[in-house]
């Protein structure tokens, strides 16, 4: 049988077990331990707790129940000496999918008791709220696809705009080049008609509206 670069040994769960016991002891919470043996096994603190919870614990139980015992004493001890407050053990997180097929491996080398395989219930519980994290995942990617493709519509619409608008803006630059250059060409005519008509001795000024008259001699 071929065995996964990163299964877990059986000096693995022993560092996971001992440490755990060390901070249960000492009135630490599980969650510390199972970073400390993360950092150590370049793993991470919900791989451990998984591991801890689904194989190394089932073998351990008694020396458990012994640290926590030792726990409450201690405890004890300090409460009379200044009062320490109790901690409540930590719940490890649900591990990923990729960290579920990491911790069900069994230990490369085999303890001198069996270890208890991962329930099936645990796997269904875990593929469940593996699932549905999966179908609001895709829900967001669907969400996000159509938010872009809007925002790309909206863009397109923006050019289309900006373009028509330049163009307008230019059509309107045109036109009033355009009237003042009739305005300079009909003032220019007035002017060549009021010549001529001075000289051959009539006389004509502009009303108020622009037009030509004709003064009475």
Same mark, same amino acid.
């Given at each position: ?69 030792? +726990? ?117 005519? +007035? ?27």
């Amino acid at each position: 049988m071929k065995q996964r670069q990163d299964a877990w040994t059986e000096e693995d769960d022993l560092l996971l077990a001992e440490t755990v016991l060390r901070h249960v002891r000492e009135g630490s919470t599980q969650l510390n331990a199972f970073e400390e043996v993360g950092d150590r096994l370049n793993r991470t603190s919900a791989a451990c707790g998984f591991r801890w919870n689904a194989v190394v614990r089932h073998r351990y139980e008694e020396a458990l129940q012994l640290a926590k015992k030792q +726990r409450k004493e201690r405890q004890r001890l300090l409460a009379k000496q200044g009062g320490a407050k109790k901690r409540r053990l930590y719940e490890p997180p649900m591990p990923s999918l990729e960290e579920l097929g990491e911790v069900m491996q069994l230990p490369a080398v085999i303890p001198s008791s069996p270890p208890q395989q991962v329930t099936l219930d645990q796997v269904i519980a875990f593929l469940k709220t593996f699932q549905s994290h999966e179908r609001k995942r895709e829900t967001l990617i669907k969400e996000n696809k159509r938010l872009r493709r809007e925002i790309e519509e909206l863009k397109q619409k923006n050019k289309e705009l900006e373009e028509k608008v330049a163009k307008l803006e230019e059509n309107s630059s045109t036109v009033q080049e355009d009237f003042e250059t009739l305005v300079k060409i009909i003032n220019r005519a +007035r002017k060549m008609v009021l010549k001529e008509e001075e000289e051959r001795g009539l006389t004509f000024r502009m009303d108020p509206n622009g037009n030509l008259e004709k003064i009475a001699e």
